[in-house]
């Protein structure tokens, strides 16, 4: 059983930035894939970056270039480093964690971009 919590959301102006985490209980390097998903109002769930164990990344089409996923295995932490935001980024952030094929999500952060 893994936990997943994550932090670092909040309220902000588009343009600026900020810098999601998700803490895993158990160790990251356990984990094969590590995600960050988002749920805006009225839509559903979708991808915005992944991770591998071997630090493979892949990110959503509408974040390349402004998102950039990470991971510190001492800390047992993943991060999304948010920049140039905009008000369509805004909604629920989840963390996601694959371990063969079991999946385990955290509670999710709310990230606002005001225009």
């Known amino acids: 059983q893994v936990r997943l919590v994550e932090s670092g959301g909040g309220l902000v102006q588009a343009g600026g930035s900020l810098r999601l985490s998700c803490t895993s209980s158990?160790?990251?390097?356990?984990?094969?894939?590590l995600a960050w998903y988002r749920q805006a109002p009225g839509k559903q769930r979708e991808s915005v970056a992944t991770?591998?164990?071997?630090?493979?990344?892949d990110y959503a089409d509408s974040v390349k270039g402004r998102f950039t996923i990470s991971r510190d295995n001492a800390k047992n932490t993943m991060y999304l480093q948010m920049n140039s935001l905009k008000p369509e980024d805004t909604g629920v952030y989840y963390c996601r964690a694959r371990i063969s094929s079991r999946l385990y999500w955290g509670q999710g952060t709310q990230v606002t971009v005001s225009s």
């Open positions: 158990g160790n990251i390097l356990s984990i094969n894939v």
């Open positions: 991770i591998t164990s071997g630090d493979n990344t």
